[in-house]
């Protein structure tokens, strides 16, 4: 139990264009999902905390034009990188906290979304 | 299926005391084993093993890998109530595909 899918898992855009990574919840319902980027040999650098039907909150020097991020159901987040530049390329990773049932502590990682802009 | 399981899932100690907590994976094309550290928002990295036995040291911390048994470790000595906090174990492949465990959640108690 406890599954969180991210979609897709690699994709290659061209600068200029807009692409939507999307964090889904499978089994179990998040009211709070949280965005990161994972820089190489470093920490997640979290960007955003995400929260079903309301908007989100943006970590300082995140732009929040530039990741739209929209949690319109208890298992949805997507996370929209909007005029994609090369320095734009990462890997992003999605983490869900249950709702209720489990320890409201845990974290359920995706598997990340390796984004490259061309 | 590529899978990173933690243990235990929680921990209560008191100051002092000496904690081991365990991180076993079944992942194809191992890259690299991280560990993290997180207290309220983003986990804070730990560090990075990707050879056998070869144990990583930061202050009261040490972390050690096991590639035939698949399993690492993390040690923290004399521990703090500044230690308490959510230790996150995830491996790399190398198809850039991080697994990351749920977690060991440690109190420690003054």
């Known amino acids: 139990g406890a599954v969180v899918s991210q979609h897709p898992s690699w994709v290659i855009c061209k600068s200029g264009t807009s692409v939507k990574i999307e964090c889904r919840s499978l089994d179990f319902q998040a009211t709070t999902m949280f965005w990161y980027r994972q820089f190489p040999k470093q920490s997640l650098m979290l960007m955003a905390t995400?929260?079903?039907?309301?908007?989100?909150?943006?970590e300082q020097g995140v732009e929040k034009d530039k990741f739209l991020i929209n949690h319109a159901s208890l298992t949805l987040s997507t996370l929209t990188v909007t005029s994609a530049h090369p320095e734009d390329s990462s890997f992003y990773i999605c983490s869900a906290s249950p709702s209720e049932g489990r320890r409201a502590y845990e974290q359920y990682f995706g598997p990340g979304t390796r984004l490259t802009v061309t | 299926e590529d899978k990173v399981v933690q243990s235990p899932l929680s921990l209560v100690v008191h100051e002092g005391d000496t904690v081991t907590l365990n991180c076993s994976y079944e992942?194809?094309?191992?890259?690299?084993l991280l560990w993290y550290k997180q207290e309220k928002k983003a986990p804070t990295f730990l560090f990075m093993l990707t050879s056998s036995g070869i144990e990583k040291k930061s202050g009261r911390l040490s972390s050690i890998l096991d590639k035939k048994e698949l399993f690492s470790i993390l040690n923290i000595t004399a521990t703090q109530t500044g230690d308490s906090a959510i230790y996150l174990c995830a491996v790399a492949s190398t198809g850039n595909q991080f697994y990351f465990g749920t977690g060991t959640s440690l109190t420690v108690i003054p």
């Open positions: 992942v194809t094309n191992f890259r690299s």
């Open positions: 995400s929260n079903e039907g309301s908007k989100a909150t943006y």
